[in-house]
């Protein structure tokens, strides 16, 4: 399927690894050009020489924090007139909700909920004013069924798609759109953490809780990286103009619920 996005440009936050990088390589095949973000600079160098040799696209990385106010600056010198913004930040740590301390919540809260809100509101007025945009928040399968270790995350989340449900139907009329993609468990660096922290409460092998995990998604195994990416290129594409607002899980049937 051509997804009419040739000659599109997008910024696609956190993006040298795991879902960020899938959504990055499934746009770029679609003949997008990007600019790319994470912290290392060394991973996010060599994942924007790859993709621009297998794509034929323009890259430009900028290693900066994105939850940091200077790190964004950064960002939105390199990406000032983009057609597509794919929001994305690595998740804050599980834990108890007796031990989280008000520091810990505006940390969350800086990285999951006031980055995609702050980015939003740099670059929504130029895709406004074009007529035509798209905005992916990568949020997670929290938002729709509590995983109680990451409350962090489920709070934070809960707010960034608060936001999106409203702002997304004032931006529509403009043609520009903005979803959330919510991932359930998929095999990145993000779920290794998150199998490693089960390894070392439970006393079981890093393979013992793959496996148990597995056993409670319906698909009986994790997502890949690159299913996620081309579900972010549909969205961000030319058919995907009449989806407005949607949160849309990608978790292999792992929340239970009708709607
Ligand atoms: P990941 O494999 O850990 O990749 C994270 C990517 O983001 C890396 O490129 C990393 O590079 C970059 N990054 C992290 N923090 C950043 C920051 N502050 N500024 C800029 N770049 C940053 O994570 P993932 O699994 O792809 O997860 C992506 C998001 O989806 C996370 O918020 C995660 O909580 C959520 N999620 C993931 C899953 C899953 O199963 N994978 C499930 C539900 C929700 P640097 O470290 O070099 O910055």
Request: charged share 15%; glycine share 12%.
């Amino acid at each position: 399927m051509d997804l009419g996005l040739s000659g599109k440009r997008a910024l696609v936050c956190a993006s040298s690894k795991g879902l960020g990088r899938g959504c990055a390589e499934a746009l770029a095949a679609a003949g997008v050009d990007l600019v790319m973000n994470a912290r290392g600079v060394e991973a996010l160098e060599e994942a924007a020489a790859e993709i621009r040799t297998a794509h034929g696209v323009q890259v430009t990385p900028v290693a900066a924090d994105i939850t940091t106010q200077a790190g964004r600056a950064q960002v939105l010198a390199a990406a000032q007139g983009v057609d597509i913004l794919v929001t994305n930040a690595g998740g804050p740590p599980p834990g108890m909700w007796s031990d989280w301390t008000r520091d810990d919540f505006i940390a969350a809260l800086d990285a999951n909920m006031l980055a995609p809100i702050a980015l939003m509101k740099e670059l929504l007025p130029g895709m406004i004013e074009r007529g035509w945009g798209r905005v992916v928040n990568i949020t997670s399968q929290s938002v729709k069924a509590p995983i109680a270790v990451l409350g962090l995350s489920n709070a934070a989340r809960a707010g960034l798609t608060g936001y999106v449900a409203g702002t997304a139907r004032q931006v529509a009329p403009h043609g520009v759109t903005i979803n959330n993609l919510l991932p359930g468990i998929h095999t990145t660096d993000r779920a290794d953490a998150l199998d490693r922290a089960v390894v070392e409460a439970e006393g079981i092998t890093l393979d013992q809780a793959r496996a148990r995990r597995a056993a409670t998604i319906p698909a009986r195994r994790y997502g890949t990286a690159d299913e996620f990416g081309a579900a972010c290129a549909f969205l961000c594409s030319q058919h995907a103009g009449f989806i407005v607002g949607q949160n849309i899980l990608l978790d292999g049937g792992a929340v239970n619920a009708t709607l």
